[in-house]
C-alpha cells in the first residue's frame, strides 16, 4: 500500500473508530473507505432496506441517507461476519421524518462487528428510533457507536437508542458509545446499554423439561435477538434476518 494511502486510513483516535480493527481497515486499504452509498427519500416517500453482512473477508459498508419532509427509511441488519464487519449509516432528517433502524451483530472467533451511525435531526417534529442487540462468544466483539445531533431549530425531536449485549463466553465484549449532540430544547432523546450474559436459569428450566441445551439455547438468544427487529413488518424478511443470525450459533460450542 502506497503512503498517500496509508496517511488516508483513520486511526483509533477518530472517535468512529476508536473500537474498529485497524489490522483489517489496512488489508481493506483507504480506498474501500471512499465507496458511499447514497439514498434520497423524497418528502412523504418511504423506504425499507433489509442487509445480511459478513464473510470471511473484511467489509466496511457506508451509507448516507437523505431524508426529505415527513419521508421515512427503515434499516434492518444482520452483521455476522467471519471477519472484521462494519456497517456505517448516516442520516439526515427534515421536518416530520422518521428513521428506524435495527440491527444484530452475532458471533464467535475473534472478530470484530461493528454498527455506527449518525443521525442528525436537521429540522423540527422528526423521529428516530434506534435498537441494536449482540450477541457473542469465543473472543468476538460487538460495537455500536451511535450519534444524535439534534439542530437548534429541530424542535419537537424524540430520538431514541437501545442497546443490549448478551455475552456467552467470558472472553466476548460488547461496547457501546451512545453520543448526545443537542442544540434545541424541546426534545425527547433517550439512550440505554445494558452487558450481560445468558440467563442460566431459563436455560435449565428448558433443560429440564427436554429441551436439549443447544436448542434451549438457539430459543433464548432468538428471543434477545428479536427486539431488534420488531418494528419490521414484513414476516418473511424478520425471518431471513433471523435466521441468518441464528445459523451462526451453529458454530457456537457451548
Not at 148 to 166: E, M, N
Amino acid at each position: 500500500m502506497g503512503e498517500a494511502a496509508t496517511l488516508t486510513l483513520p486511526t483509533r483516535r477518530d472517535e468512529a473508530w476508536r473500537y474498529a480493527d485497524m489490522d483489517a481497515l489496512a488489508r481493506l486499504g483507504a480506498g474501500a473507505l471512499d465507496q458511499w452509498q447514497t439514498v434520497d427519500v423524497p418528502a412523504g416517500e418511504s423506504l425499507m432496506r433489509c442487509m445480511i453482512v459478513g464473510s470471511d473477508a473484511p467489509e466496511v459498508h457506508r451509507i448516507r441517507v437523505t431524508l426529505g419532509e415527513g419521508a421515512s427509511a427503515a434499516f434492518f441488519v444482520t452483521n455476522a461476519g467471519g471477519d472484521y464487519t462494519r456497517v456505517e449509516v448516516e442520516v439526515r432528517l427534515a421536518r416530520g421524518a422518521h428513521f428506524e433502524f435495527g440491527g444484530v451483530t452475532i458471533g464467535g472467533g475473534d472478530a470484530t462487528r461493528e454498527f455506527v451511525t449518525q443521525v442528525t435531526h436537521a429540522e423540527p417534529e422528526a423521529t428516530s428510533n434506534q435498537t441494536v442487540r449482540s450477541v457473542h462468544w469465543n473472543s468476538g466483539i460487538g460495537n455500536f457507536l451511535g450519534e444524535i445531533k439534534v439542530a437548534r431549530d429541530a424542535q419537537k425531536t424524540d430520538a431514541a437508542q437501545d442497546f443490549k449485549g448478551l455475552l456467552l463466553e467470558a472472553g466476548a465484549s460488547a461496547n457501546a458509545v451512545p453520543q448526545l449532540e443537542i442544540f434545541a430544547d424541546d426534545v425527547k432523546c433517550a439512550h440505554g446499554a445494558t452487558v450481560g450474559e445468558l440467563d442460566e436459569g431459563a436455560r435449565f428450566y428448558m433443560m429440564a423439561r427436554g429441551v436439549d441445551p443447544a436448542s434451549a439455547q438457539r430459543l433464548l438468544v432468538q428471543a434477545f435477538i428479536g427486539d431488534a427487529f420488531v418494528a419490521l413488518e414484513d414476516e418473511g424478511e424478520r425471518e431471513r434476518l433471523l435466521e441468518a443470525a441464528l445459523a451462526a450459533l451453529e458454530g457456537a460450542k457451548l
